[in-house]
């Protein structure tokens, strides 16, 4: 999880390969008409958001195989409504990084819908997850690598524990 342009994809796709798990970009599960709100520079409302968060949870539910989710899942009430859709615990790895660093990774993307205009609406809805909610928190501002590695190693630490 994360905001718009922390390297959800990249790290995600990286790190299921590295895991052996699947991938799904969290953004092509998004209804047509969510893209295209986002791609106005308009912030999706949680009622936009709802049926999506659906079907993130629903993708965790019945994918057969280990599956990473590239999603925002900025919220408290969103990563709980992605748990109570998979009908299990979820593990929650957190990329974080200030916004002066978001800002130029979007500015420099190419070939997405979300625009750099977006960032203060996403900073402002950002919930990092609690202590409770037992996520893995990387920072953002190290090579794709480093955080694939830190990511990994933590995740094995946790199911040896």
């Not at 905001?3 to 959800?8: D, E, H, L, P, R």
């Not at 308009?42 to 057969?64: C, F, I, S, Y």
């Not at 900025?74 to 978001?102: N, T, V």
Request: with cysteine.
């Amino acid at each position: 999880m994360g905001v718009a342009g922390s390297g959800k994809t990249l790290i995600g796709e990286r790190l299921a390969a590295r895991l052996g798990f699947d991938f799904i970009d969290g953004d092509d599960l998004h209804s047509p008409s969510n893209i295209a709100k986002m791609a106005r520079g308009e912030p999706l409302t949680d009622d936009d958001r709802a049926p999506w968060l659906k079907e993130v949870g629903l993708a965790l539910r019945h994918h057969e195989k280990p599956l990473i989710i590239g999603c925002s899942a900025l919220k408290r009430r969103y990563r709980d409504q992605i748990r109570a859709a998979a009908g299990r615990p979820l593990a929650i790895l957190y990329l974080e990084g200030d916004r002066a660093l978001i800002a130029d990774r979007m500015a420099k993307r190419q070939r997405h819908f979300m625009p750099v205009t977006l960032i203060d609406s996403q900073f402002a809805a950002l919930e990092p997850p609690g202590q409770d909610e037992a996520a893995i928190r990387v920072s953002i501002d190290n090579e794709p690598e480093t955080i694939v590695r830190e990511l990994a190693n933590a995740i094995d630490a946790a199911n040896t524990a």
